[in-house]
């Protein structure tokens, strides 16, 4: 497997630290608000990361945080008029609706930042003793200039990154580059005891923490929207090798934007849509091949018209699923006849080409074109051909991939009261032997979406293709 490791800017093969087994961190929300689709794409991106390891064989520890303490928290708790506490614990509750609707596994550990103080603040003690940390009235600062790999990540060089910080620069660091490691206590805002007084940590040594308490000093995978790559992920990597001496994340990934109209949403511009707003109009799971349908690191645009493509493709993708399910019973249970196993290895194919996409940096659109080439053979050969062994093949290997992008997830549908409503109404046409009424019936119960054919056991319906 190839994965484009953002570190050296180019794609590398993927090699465990540990054999069979890949440690994963994912940064994760700060918990002041609902979460938009923004933000959605990330979690599902790397939860189908997690989900191809998981279809490897490999063993995955997943680790996804909360940002429980920050400004935006301390100011939307403050505007509410609940504790910080509160807000993180009702937002969390909110996190895990939406992942849930969305088909995201729970990660293997969701740590708070707030319960990793005593590791956050051991890891300052460090740096402050190696000499790459400095306090300054009771806050503590990371001194990027005494590091120096700083901007190893990002490629920025010192003399730029003291450059373009130059406005507003803060006059008690030593370097404008020089980023806050605990923060003293402000009058009104919640604080921890620390050596260096009642204070908060910041942003990123949580992040270096809590990926260490989980998966060590080094591990396989640190995972994040490409804002985060500078300088959230450099000064993890300043604060974490600063202090261990070993190498931090082997693999870093960065997902791409979701864009409105070419610009980030995010929640400051106000271009935003929660998920809670887009399944009052789409499904869940279209969100999640709408995600799928282009690579993890391109730009995506969002708007309704793709919305409804993924809309279309779920349903042909279910169609393919109802219709092999439909067909199932009535096939002969028999071995296959050559015509029938060369259609065999062409679900093989498929299945090949599927991972071979995967296996390339993670390129669910070409994935997702693998799938529906097995949709295609499905709707088309496997559904002409009478042997039961090859349909079940063929859904058995659907089922198998659609794992991967966590599709696929609803159970065979019941039929809708309308159409159930005029097929009962078919059915006394029938015997009272109204075949102009019958066929009247059949039409207007296509004309909802569904087939009806007659068999010797009665009618079957399923939905159209
Ligand atoms: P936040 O809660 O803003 O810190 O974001 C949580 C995660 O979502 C981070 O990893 C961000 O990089 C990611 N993210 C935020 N906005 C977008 C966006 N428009 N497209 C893709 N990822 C995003
Ligand atoms: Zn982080």
Redesign the pocket.
């Known amino acids: 497997m190839k994965i484009f490791n953002s570190m050296n800017r180019r794609k590398e093969d993927f090699v465990p630290l540990r054999e069979g087994k890949v440690g994963i961190y ?5 918990v002041y608000n609902y ?2 689709i ?2 959605a ?3 599902i991106v790397f939860d189908v990361l997690r989900r191809y390891f998981e279809y490897k064989g490999y063993e995955v520890t997943y680790v996804q945080n909360f ?1 429980d303490i920050d400004d935006k928290m301390i100011a939307r708790a403050n505007q509410e008029g609940i504790t910080v506490r509160q807000l993180a614990d009702r937002f969390v509750k909110e996190y895990y609706k939406d992942a849930q609707a969305l088909g995201i596994h729970p990660a293997t550990v969701h740590p708070y930042a707030t319960e990793h103080i005593p590791q956050i603040i051991r890891l300052v003690e460090t740096l402050i003793l190696k000499g790459l940390a400095y306090e300054v009235n009771g806050d503590i600062y990371y001194d990027t200039a005494a590091f120096p790999d700083y901007g190893k990540l990002s490629g920025q060089k010192m003399d730029d990154l003291d450059a373009g910080a130059r406005v507003g620069v803060d006059e008690d660091k030593k370097n404008p580059a020089d980023f806050a490691l605990w923060k003293k206590q402000k009058p009104g805002e919640p604080g921890w005891d620390s050596p260096w007084g009642m204070g908060r940590p910041g942003w990123h040594i949580e992040c270096s923490a809590m990926s260490m308490e989980y998966l060590g000093e080094t591990f396989d995978i640190h995972c ?5 790559l500078f300088p959230h992920h450099e000064n993890e990597i300043a604060q974490s090798e600063g202090a261990t001496g070993h190498p931090f994340a082997r693999y870093w990934m960065h ?5 409105v109209d070419n610009q ?4 400051s511009l106000g271009n935003f849509f929660t998920v809670r707003d887009i399944t009052r109009e789409f499904d869940a799971e279209d969100i999640r091949m709408f995600m799928l349908s282009a690579q993890y690191r391109s730009p995506l645009n969002f708007s309704r018209e793709q919305m409804q493509q993924a809309h279309a493709s779920l349903q042909r993708l279910y169609g393919a699923r109802d219709k092999i399910l439909f067909l199932m019973e009535d096939l002969e249970d028999r071995a296959l006849w050559d015509e029938e196993n060369a259609v065999k290895s062409r679900v093989d194919d498929c299945v090949a080409a599927f991972e071979a996409a995967m296996d390339d940096d993670l390129n669910t659109a070409e994935a997702m074109g693998a799938l529906f080439d097995l949709v295609y053979l499905i709707n088309t050969e496997i559904s002409e051909k009478s042997a039961q062994s090859l349909a079940q093949y063929a859904l058995t290997q659907l089922h198998k991939i659609c794992e991967v992008p966590g599709l696929l997830l609803k159970k065979p549908d019941e039929l809708p009261g309308d159409v159930a409503e005029l097929v009962e109404k078919r059915a006394q046409a029938r015997s009272d032997k109204n075949w102009q009424g019958s066929d009247a019936l059949r039409d207007a119960i296509a004309a909802l979406g569904y087939l009806v054919e007659d068999t010797p056991k009665g009618q079957k319906v399923r939905r159209l293709t």
């Open positions: 994912a940064c994760g929300p700060t979460f938009h923004g933000n794409r990330m979690f940002t994040g929207g490409q804002d985060l997902n791409g934007f979701l864009n980030k949403m995010s929640k």
